[in-house]
Antibody
Framework: QVHLVESGGGVVQPGGSLRLSCEAS????????IHWVRQAPGQGLEWVAF????????YYADSVRGRFTISRDNSKNTLYLQMTSLRTEDTAVYFC???????????????WGQGTLVTVSS | ATQLTQSPSSLSASVGDGVTITCRAS??????LAWYQQIPGTLPNLLIY???SLESGVPSRFSGSGSGTDFTLTISSLQPEDFATYYC?????????FGQGTRLEIK
């Protein structure tokens, strides 16, 4: 059974940094691309970042490019999101989401973690 | 970036009604579209992938159609648990994008 468990959220001041983690189990982590998706309070879904299964390729939303870095450690079955220069508009629940097909980047999201809340506030 | 525009933004209907939600893409995305349902406080739940394929375990009253730029999600006979927000998502190109959501409320 697929499990994705995010951690690392919390309250941070504008301009601060935070690193989120997503620990995966129940599948061969190194075969699948994983994405970060966020949802601001009361708002819709916003795709944030993607990393290929082997970590060789990354894409970012314009709103976070240059400030956020996605990475993964396949030996630890863990995905990361390093967030710097945080802004109040980055306040959201951050989800990691797994695609259904091996080695695919462009795909729908078949499994979601429970999310971790990031609050950027002074 | 491929923009997705859902209509309507909100919708009121009664149990037993049939409803249709539309998602229009700003460029051709072939069949690279998914639909999700989200009940407040819960995770997005995959309903439809590749425009018209029903996800395992999703009731058959949900159906999707379309290709290119115009897509629809149809719920044939609303049940109480269907009142939620629905999102479309394209996965043809990066950045992956979502529609703004359609809130389905009980009349």
């Amino acid at each position: 059974q697929v499990h994705l468990v995010e951690s690392g959220g919390g309250v941070v001041q504008p301009g601060g940094s935070l690193r989120l983690s997503c620990e995966a189990s129940g599948f061969t982590f190194s075969f699948y691309a994983i994405h970060w998706v966020r949802q601001a309070p009361g708002q819709g879904l916003e795709w944030v970042a993607f990393i290929r299964s082997d970590g060789t390729d990354e894409y970012y939303a314009d709103s976070v490019r240059g400030r956020f870095t996605i990475s993964r450690d396949n030996s630890k079955n863990t995905l990361y999101l390093q967030m710097t220069s945080l802004r109040t508009e980055d306040t959201a629940v951050y989800f990691c989401a797994k695609v259904p097909r091996v080695y695919r980047g462009y795909d729908w999201f078949h499994h979601w973690g429970q999310g971790t809340l990031v609050t950027v506030s002074s | 970036a491929t923009q997705l525009t859902q209509s309507p933004s909100s919708l009121s209907a009664s149990v037993g009604d049939g409803v249709t939600i539309t998602c229009r893409a700003s460029q051709d995305i072939s069949s690279a579209l998914a639909w999700y349902q989200q009940i407040p406080g819960t995770l997005p739940n995959l309903l439809i992938y590749e425009a018209s394929s029903l996800e395992s375990g999703v009731p058959s009253r949900f159906s999707g159609s379309g290709s290119g730029t115009d897509f629809t999600l149809t719920i044939s006979s609303l049940q109480p648990e269907d009142f939620a927000t629905y999102y479309c998502q394209q996965f043809k190109t990066f950045p992956i994008t979502f529609g703004q959501g359609t809130r389905l409320e009980i009349k």
